[in-house]
């Protein structure tokens, strides 16, 4: 049998570098070589001299060069209602916004789909993911909707297939007809894994059984979804403690607050991360960190909605995996994660903490290497090091915005929206100087215009 051809390299040079490894390795002036899918090394000064096949020489002068973001919370169909209800805390942004979300059917769902990981990828995300539990009858294929608009964007992607079963007449939120039978949420949820999920490394597709929240879902989701998940095999992803609301309905329902209620349906574990976590008492952050459990931190979201300031600091002490989440564009219209560095620090640093609470290495972390570890894929990126994935961004730091800042580290998380020259994907180039290289940019502003228009429509049709 013939040997399989080399590896097509990329080498890239003079640019600072953030690894994010276990150290925090940093080189004022370093190189990448990408052979392949993978990292084939990373360190000071120039690379290595008498590289074979050698098809792209980047000369990344003026930049800094970190592992791709990770966005560990988001709902990509919300791209649609962006800028409605924009004074309301989340039960009656919920109540005002659940009957149009209703209405959305497959190609609303792959527009929004496209224009949510747009934004993310040209502002550094190469790992997405898509909390997605609204599946109004009779609205289409829409997780495979979604999985396509990933696949063409060229991100790495996981799909939290979500569901509810707990509709108004129940006591839920929701309309009755935006909810999915228990059996029904079920078995979809597990034909979504089996059709989509790939468990080997560098995969670009994953799915995680993801029942919506405590407000929407019965007990017997909760227990048979983590159970479906464990069979399977994936990993487990929900909406916690995001609101003194919410705390107040779980007592109300169940006799105990969101942490214990999660434990007693199976809900802790190494295998689960939770979106928001804002009000949690000791007790609650001593059981994510025995059970390894994992948050996803969503501060622009969180202060959008008055959800409160989660308390980051102190799950970081205490071990517990804490991402970053972009979290719907209709409670985050930036819909981007790059921003959520700066005000992942700022708001953290308004709580009990004050300026130790976090600094611009803890943030940038939380945003990379971090994420990877709520997502599950730590050992395969999040950080840039020799032999893990070739997921990584030049940031462009010599432009006035930046260049007067000496750190690019406190640069990229202080200071304005950096530039992205270039973002790779599993060693393919998805953005360069700031445009995607993958999709139209301009057809999708078009397309999702189109669609939240033609939602609106139907919404008000009734």
Request: overall charge negative.
């Amino acid at each position: 049998m013939a040997a399989a051809p080399p590896a097509e390299r990329t080498v890239i040079e003079n640019c600072a570098i953030a690894t994010v490894d276990a150290d925090d390795t940093e080189y004022a002036c370093g190189h990448v070589v990408i052979a392949g899918n993978l990292i084939e090394s990373v360190g000071p000064g120039r690379a290595p001299e008498g590289l074979r096949n050698v098809v792209h020489r980047i000369d990344a002068t003026g930049h800094l060069a970190t592992p791709g973001l990770v966005n560990t919370h988001h709902h990509f169909y919300q791209w649609l209602t962006r800028g409605l209800a924009t004074d309301h805390n989340l039960f009656d942004w919920l109540v005002a916004l659940y009957p149009t979300w209703a209405r959305i059917d497959e190609p609303m769902a792959y527009a929004a789909a496209q224009g949510s990981l747009a934004m993310m990828a040209r502002g550094g995300v190469t790992t997405a993911m898509d909390h997605h539990y609204v599946f109004p009858r009779g609205s289409g294929d829409l997780s495979g909707a979604i999985i396509r608009a990933a696949r063409e964007t060229g991100v790495r992607f996981t799909l939290a297939r979500g569901s509810m079963d707990r509709g108004e007449s129940d006591g839920g939120l929701p309309p009755d007809f935006a909810v999915e039978s228990l059996d029904d949420a079920l078995a979809a949820t597990e034909a979504t894994v089996h059709e989509h999920h790939d468990a080997s490394f560098g995969a670009m597709t994953q799915v995680a059984v993801a029942p919506c929240s405590p407000f929407s879902v019965s007990t017997e989701l909760m227990r048979r979804g983590a159970e479906l998940a464990r069979r399977l095999g994936v990993r487990l992803h929900t909406h916690g403690s995001e609101t003194v609301e919410e705390e107040k309905f779980c007592h109300e329902l169940f006799g105990t607050g969101p942490t214990d209620y999660f434990e007693s349906t199976g809900w802790l574990g190494e295998d689960v991360w939770m979106a928001h976590c804002v009000h949690m008492n000791d007790a609650d952050i001593a059981a994510f960190a025995r059970t390894g459990t994992g948050v996803a931190h969503c501060p622009s979201s969180n202060a959008r909605l008055a959800a409160g300031i989660a308390r980051v600091p102190d799950l970081l002490a205490a071990g517990v995996p804490v991402g970053l989440g972009v979290d719907g564009a209709a409670s985050n219209e930036s819909g981007e994660l790059h921003t959520e560095l700066r005000n992942a620090l700022l708001i953290n640093r308004l709580g009990a903490h004050r300026e130790a609470a976090l600094n611009a290495r803890k943030a940038l972390r939380l945003g990379t290497y971090g994420g990877a570890q709520v997502l599950g894929r730590a050992a395969e990126t999040g950080s840039l090091e020799a032999g893990k994935l070739a997921d990584l961004v030049l940031w462009r730091m010599d432009t006035l915005a930046h260049s007067s800042i000496a750190d690019p580290v406190a640069a990229l998380v202080l200071g304005a929206a950096a530039p992205v020259t270039a973002s790779f994907v599993n060693g393919r180039r998805i953005v360069e100087d700031g445009r995607l290289l993958t999709v139209d940019e301009d057809a999708i502003a078009r397309s999702t215009r189109s669609e939240a228009q033609r939602l609106a429509r139907i919404a008000a049709q009734g």
